[in-house]
């Protein structure tokens, strides 16, 4: 898309400047610095202007103004994304939620919240949580991301394995279309007699509209929950251990692996008592009742010993249970203080081919010559294999890229996914079209432009174009 | 136990060049559902057969004509079941015409619907082209969610051809509480119930009386059970009765519309009032279901939570009304799978 012409550019700012008050208009370079990138800082991009409307008024007339003049529009949330979603366009608005931070209601009876899109995922638990309620869906970055960003993504977090991803814990969901309309998806019941909207634009990335408001479900915090730890000396033991104790039908609330590289990061990051001579530790979450919970923890302990885990600890108090669990949630940071650089992938497999990937990743690691730490949702099968790097060696990041990129198209071959939570936004494109084929990337086409026929949501991410497909094909016939 | 994908790609594209409506017919079983409409039928009970099923993924793969009896054999000679417990209908129902409309059991609220448990679908689309959406991991981002958007679109977008479901091991026991309440407490009862962190997985009001269903570890149903009868003067149902009565509300059997009857269907907040939906015959989903029967003269879709079910005029819209700006939305989504239009016309909608 190109930029607006010097007079177009001054038409549209004034009108710009008509629907919004000063201080929610950022045009100087040095203001929008901030902006340029999300979590995935290799990609940046500063927009034509910055905007961070007040009212929902306010949005409806941004997308009304950047539909009549063709011009570009990126939401963004917190900024936390991991695929450079919410990279600005050029020659575009970049859209920014964050003022839209309030908590509508949250209803006790009915276990539901209502929010605004830049309610960041934590508020609302804390909020909640004198109700003895809680919001399920929890990334890692849940003290910073917005639940508008988490609709957009359909993010996960630790505890998806038992309570599902953002789109399981959805029951309506407002948005405004490219044309500044309202339009609400889902209800106030359990459903509704109509194709599935609301999980449609779930995970949708910005590029079918910008999320407005939020009605998610609250679940009752359980009477006990209960930490363990378990290590061991290979990786792929731990990854049997996951694959047995699901398989026999035990579905703990939160299952997360962490291999060696990993385990010592986080361990001189935080001092939680990690071993620091495991080869791969688990965390395992175990909630509900106190006799369901104490039944589940005599198996999940039998299993985790049968599949050769030489220490199992188990929290004694929620103390050392948040100890346990500040280890894994700071996993990346701590990673982040080993190496100048890393990169994070997110593809999911199924969960019997974890020790067959994780045995392939490393041999990857070993042909390209960098360092892959492994911290991840191994109960669903999702993987975040970190790639450390030094992006001031010339050449370095190309072959992080390269690597990820093989990592990939590893998770696919193995009949998984790109991508399991953090999305597809920029950084993935090269990978869709090894993921889907022609008639599924039209397809996806097709339902964009039934939405934004004019291409002007978040365009070139998500879905690549024909043109980008066609190019992808013939590089790989060359 | 035939891949007929290669036939019924070649019907759809006949249909195509020969611009003929199609509706497509799983098992026949939801006759019932959605508008009545005419059309060329597109057979895909034949289409049948697991391809896939892992227990220890907790992962089946099956073709859309795959009966859910058959399914539900297969995965319980693992011990597996689907988690969200659809009708059998006399084991014509098939998996294709689940997911299209949408159809959960008792345990909807605690385990999900059809669509907590997809993973992904195959679909023909109205080109005539076969594609596969989602997969068959746990989680899955890449591109748009068209494998959830099918779930209640009763096959408006596209021919369903295969679907992967996430399946979850079967309960250890099973207990069904009974006591006689009236309307009001039992709404009350089952909304503070039903949002506790307990071993549940069905509760419903019928002809006077609250059911608690209870599932899950020994010890957790157990220790719930002791919790609510204190609560409550609560009796344990005989097992082959509590297993009659919860098959009943599966397969809605309970309540049966007479000839010239109208049986409407209510879906919204649990904690709507008990006058929510006019004669109010039960309840389901601890209150978010709820179900009533009416002569026909009563007739008219007018709140915005009720769907006219069965029985009654089905030329006319049978579902709650949708305003211009949505309807339009929703024509170019059809539009996007099927721009002739061949798939299901008017089924849902008579505008879609
Ligand atoms: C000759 C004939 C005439 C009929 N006339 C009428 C009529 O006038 N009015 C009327 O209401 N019904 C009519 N039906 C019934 C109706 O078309 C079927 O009942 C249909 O709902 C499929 O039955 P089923 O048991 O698979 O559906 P269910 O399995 O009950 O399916 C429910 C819904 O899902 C759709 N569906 C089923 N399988 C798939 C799939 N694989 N992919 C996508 N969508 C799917 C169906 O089209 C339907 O909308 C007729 C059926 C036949 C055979
Ligand atoms: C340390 C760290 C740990 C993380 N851990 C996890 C994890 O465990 N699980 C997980 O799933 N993710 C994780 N993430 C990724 C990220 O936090 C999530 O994707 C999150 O949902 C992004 O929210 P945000 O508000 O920051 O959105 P942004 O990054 O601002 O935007 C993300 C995408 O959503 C779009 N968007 C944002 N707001 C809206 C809106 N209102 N309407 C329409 N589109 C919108 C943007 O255009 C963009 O495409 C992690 C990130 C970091 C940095």
Sequence with gaps: ?478 | MHDLTPQLVEQVQQARAEQTPLQIVGGNSKSHLGRATQAQPINVAGHSGIISYNPTELVIRARAGTTIQELESVLAEKQQRLPFEPPQYQGLATIGGTVAANQSGPARPWFGAVKDSLLGLGLINGYGEAMLFGGQVMKNVAGFDVTRLQTGAMGGLGLITEVSIKVLPQFNVNKTLVCELNLQAALKQMQVWGNLSVPLSGMCYWQNKLYVRLQGSVAGVEETCKVFCKALPLVVLEDELAQNFWKKVTERELLVAQEKQIMWRWSGPSSAPSNALDNTEFINWAGSERWALTTVSDATVVNPHVTQYRGGDRSHNVNPSINAHDQALQQRIKHAFDPDGLFNVGRLYSWL
Excluded at chain 1, 74 to 86: D, F, H, N, Y
Excluded at chain 1, 317 to 336: H, I, M, T, Y
Aim: aromatic share 6%; charged share 15%; glycine share 10%.
């Design chain 1, 1 to 478: 898309m190109d930029a607006l012409s010097n007079s177009n550019h001054r038409l549209f700012m004034a009108a710009l400047a008509m629907c919004l008050p000063p201080s929610s208009i950022i045009v100087s370079q040095e203001s929008q610095r901030p902006f340029e990138c999300d979590g995935l800082a290799v990609y940046h991009q500063l927009p034509m202007v910055t905007v961070l409307p007040e009212t929902l008024g306010q949005v409806q007339e941004v997308l009304r103004l950047c539909s009549e003049h063709g011009v570009p529009l990126v939401p963004r949330g917190a900024g936390t994304g991991l695929c450079a979603g919410a990279m600005p366009h050029a020659h575009g608005v970049l859209l920014v939620m964050t003022k839209f931070d309030q908590i509508l209601l949250i209803d006790q009876d009915t276990a539901t919240a209502r929010v605004q899109p830049g309610v960041r995922n934590l508020a609302l638990s804390e909020a909640a949580a004198p109700l003895g309620l809680y919001y399920a869906p929890d990334p890692s970055s849940q003290i910073a991301c917005t639940i508008g960003g988490n609709v957009a993504e359909n993010s996960g977090g630790v505890h998806c394995l038992k309570y599902g991803l953002t789109v399981n814990n959805l029951l309506q969901v407002t948005i405004v279309t490219v044309t500044g309309e309202l339009v609400t998806f889902g209800g106030d019941g359990l459903d509704e007699p109509s194709m599935d909207l609301l999980s449609l634009v779930t995970g949708s990335e910005g590029l079918l509209g910008v999320v407005v408001e939020i009605k998610v479900k609250l679940l009752p915090r359980a009477p006990r929950v209960q930490v363990l730890m378990a290590a061991f000396d290979n990786v792929i033991s731990a990854g049997d251990a996951v694959a047995a104790l699901i398989g026999q039908g035990i579905i703990p609330a939160g299952l997360e692996m962490m291999d060696h590289l990993a385990i010592k990061a986080a361990e001189d990051f935080v001092k939680v008592g990690y071993p620091t001579d495991a080869q791969a530790l688990l965390i395992c979450e175990l909630d509900g009742t106190d006799a369901e919970v104490e039944e589940q923890l005599a198996a999940v302990s039998l299993c985790f010993s049968d599949h050769g885990s030489y220490q199992i600890r188990v929290a004694k108090d929620a103390q050392e249970a948040a100890a346990l669990w500040q280890g894994r949630k700071s996993a990346f940071p701590a990673v982040g203080s080993i190496s100048p650089d890393y990169y994070c992938m997110d593809g999911t497999i199924p969960r019997g081919q974890v020790a067959h990937v994780l045995t392939r990743i490393s041999e990857l690691s070993q042909h390209y010559g960098l360092a892959v730490a492994n911290v991840f949702h191994a109960g669903d099968g999702n993987l975040h294999p970190l790639i450390l790097f030094d992006a001031s060696i010339e050449g370095q990041l190309d072959q992080a890229e390269a690597l990820g990129g093989d990592i990939l198209t590893l998770c696919v071959d193995v009949g998984g996914t790109i991508t399991g939570e953090h999305g597809v936004g920029l950084e993935k494109m090269p990978q869709m079209p090894y993921q889907f084929g022609d008639a599924e990337l039209a397809q996806f086409r097709r339902l964009k432009a039934a939405f934004d026929p004019s291409d002007l949501l978040n365009p070139g991410k998500g879905i690549p174009t024909l043109k980008y497909c066609q190019e992808y094909r013939s590089l790989q016939h060359a």
